[in-house]
């Protein structure tokens, strides 16, 4: 085993991140398994329906590059939802309802990175805290039962495609792109890649530790509301449970992207492969007739053996 | 002054961390529910509390001992469930509780090893196991339904002497706590790993010789064990398997471990500061019962609780 990992080829392949084999081989079964599934049509609908995962990620990733996790943006697209889809807010504008969302997420964000950065509480409890205590709050509001429609301005938005391509997916393309360039060019990206490798190195060479760290939760508070937009328009409904296994699923996607706790590395697209193979892994498992407790063991199965994958390499480093 | 409070949050240097602060909270709370309502004081009532609060003491003794070695078990909840479901399966108690046990222990065991072997981070590792043992509970009873062995349900709804079942589980569980964590040389190597780990020396407990790995391992299966005694107690309570029982007792269990004065980062912490702070649960969720505030809104504020506790304790690492 040790030997093997020392081999230069074995060592150049664990350093790509598992998402990109996982999604080759979850392509080439689909391809064995229903060719006719893989045309631009059928793929753009089930890429289409992951895109809220996809955002919810990008913020993810990043709070995961600075040691931290986000376990609140079910909370907060539920929520979103509910303040949308129950009619608080009779004959409000899309964009009056845009700024709200906007707003909820970046006030949850900021919340969780000042317990996170500055009081330097378990990231994992205060996000999963701020998570329940959303839910519960929206259950409350809505005693239970879902709430009513979505404006329908959502949907006609939503359903809109340039060419083949339905717009959610360039929309969460760009975003990627928008992220990875972020964190290339530009001095907050350094500094949440200093963050990330060793927070006290960071703090004695300069780089504010609690700003980055709190800058990164609001962030991600940010695309959990963007998130929770387009959960919203692709539901069309009011739910008491929309949402709700995202931010775990989130985590999945992120750790088999190659982001890891305690290291500062990953990028942007690996986590972006994740999602897909996410979007691939529930249309094998549908077509294999595979129903929701067993997709609960696969996603379970996949962030641990992820994290497995990385304990060990980081051992053998 | 200064005595007062520091003898009420717990001296500073202090192994057991604050718990008489706890204490008031209960006896503060138990006033206030009984000025508030006439059913607090009520014989029924007062009786039901101790079943009530059973389940989750047992949960959150189990969670005190991996939170002592600075980890976290997040898959407590699901091995509630999941012991509900096997116990519900139909079949001989002398076959089913053994194995409830077994299987528990071998819960725990992956989650130690994963930890301790593969480098995986407690949280992440307890994460994905919660989510397997839910799939798998889903698996065997998709709805709630079936009967457990008569025994069991005897064995919590009964009484012995005249004193109800349900106290002598108490005794047992923090009699075998007690023995693990004050009575034996594992108990002491909890607080010495848990020191390193909150210190941000990881392997300071190593370096002096204590078989690190083997004692996180057996604090993982101890934790699993107790959400399954846990779970058997639940399952004699509504005498059928349910796959949701366990929903969010993790976060309760945690709540109530730090409540009690128990420091998350690990090593500080005190057996009956976890009782205490399980009876704060406890007694909490019976007086908004008693005062029917809306079983939504008492998980936001069981939430917001758990937020204000862990906010209030200090630690020097950032992130997870």
Redesign the interface.
């Known amino acids: 085993m040790a030997a093997a990992l020392a081999n230069p080829v074995m060592r150049r392949l664990l350093r790509v991140p598992p998402a990109y084999y996982v999604f080759a081989v979850l392509l080439a079964v689909l391809w064995v398994a229903r060719p006719n599934m893989l045309n631009l049509n059928i793929m753009g609908i089930f890429v289409r329906q992951i895109v809220p995962l996809g955002i919810l990620v990008l913020g993810q990733l990043l709070v995961m590059r ?4 986000d376990l609140s943006g079910g909370g907060v697209i539920l929520l979103i939802n509910y303040t949308i889809s129950s009619g608080v807010f009779p004959g409000a504008s899309m964009a009056f309802f845009i700024v709200l969302a906007l707003a909820i997420g970046l006030a949850v964000g900021f919340f969780n990175g000042l ?3 500055v ?8 996000t ?6 959303l ?3 929206v ?2 509001l809505s ?2 039962k879902p709430p009513g429609d979505v404006p329908g301005m959502f949907a006609d938005i939503y359903n809109t495609k340039l060419g083949p391509v339905p717009t959610p997916v360039i929309f969460w393309v760009a975003a990627s792109a928008a992220l990875s360039l972020f964190l290339s060019r530009t001095v907050f990206g350094r500094f949440v890649t200093s963050v990330g490798e060793n ?1 006290q190195a960071a703090h004695f060479s300069g780089v504010p ?1 609690a700003r980055t ?1 709190v800058l990164t939760h609001t962030l991600a508070g940010l695309f959990a509301g963007i998130a929770a937009l387009v959960q919203t328009a692709s539901i069309a409904v009011g739910s008491v449970r929309v949402g709700l296994d995202l931010p ?1 699923l989130a ?1 999945a996607a992120t ?1 088999l992207g190659g982001v890891v ?2 290291r500062g590395e990953g990028g942007v697209w690996g986590p972006f492969f994740g999602v897909l193979s996410f979007a691939l892994l529930f249309v094998v498992m549908t077509t294999f007739g595979v129903d ?10 996949i ?2 053996l992820a ?2 994958f ?3 390499r ?2 053998s480093n | 002054m200064t005595a007062i409070s520091r003898r009420l949050t717990g001296a500073r240097g202090s192994r057991q961390g604050m718990w008489l602060l706890p204490l008031l909270i209960v006896l503060a709370i138990a006033l206030w529910l009984s000025l508030q309502t006439a059913q607090f004081l009520n014989g029924e009532n007062l009786l039901n509390l101790v079943p009530q609060a059973m389940p989750l003491v047992i949960t959150a003794v189990g969670q005190m001992f991996v939170i002592l070695l600075g980890g976290l078990d997040l898959s407590v909840g699901s091995m509630i469930s999941f012991t509900t479901a096997v116990l519900a399966l139909g079949g001989p108690a002398w076959a089913l509780i053994p194995a409830v046990f077994v299987l528990a222990a071998l819960v725990g065991f992956s989650n130690g090893f994963i930890i301790t072997r593969f480098n995986v981070h407690p949280i992440i590792a307890t994460l994905s196991m919660q989510y397997i043992l839910l799939g798998i509970t889903r698996v065997l009873r998709p709805v709630s339904g079936g009967t457990v062995p008569d025994i069991v349900i005897s064995a919590v709804a009964g009484s012995f002497l005249g004193i109800p079942m349900p106290v002598f589980w108490g005794i047992v569980t923090l009699a075998v706590a007690w023995k693990l964590l004050y009575g034996s040389r594992f108990g002491l190597h909890l607080f010495a790993i848990g020191g390193g780990v909150s210190s941000g020396v990881e392997d300071a407990a190593h370096n002096f010789g204590i078989a690190d790995r083997r004692n996180i391992v057996l604090a993982y299966v101890i934790c699993a064990c107790f959400a399954a005694l846990a779970g058997i107690f639940l399952a004699g309570r509504i005498v059928s398997g349910d796959p949701n029982v366990g929903l969010l007792f993790e976060l309760d269990a945690i709540t109530a471990v730090a409540i009690g004065g128990t420091q998350l980062s690990g090593a500080i912490g005190s057996l009956h500061g976890t009782v205490i702070g399980a009876l704060v649960m406890a007694l909490l969720a019976n007086g908004m019962n008693l005062t029917n505030v809306s079983p939504f809104i008492q998980t936001t504020i069981k939430g917001a609780i758990l937020l204000l506790v862990v906010a209030l304790q200090s630690r020097k690492k950032m992130g997870l």
């Open positions: 600075v040691r931290s996790i317990m996170v950065g009081r330097r509480v378990s990231a994992v409890i205060v999963l805290a701020v998570g329940i205590v839910v519960g709050f259950q409350y005693s239970g927070v530790v760290v775990i985590v750790i706790f305690g929701e407790p067993g997709k609960l063991i696969a996603q379970g199965l962030i641990l994290a497995i990385y304990g060990i980081s051992r």
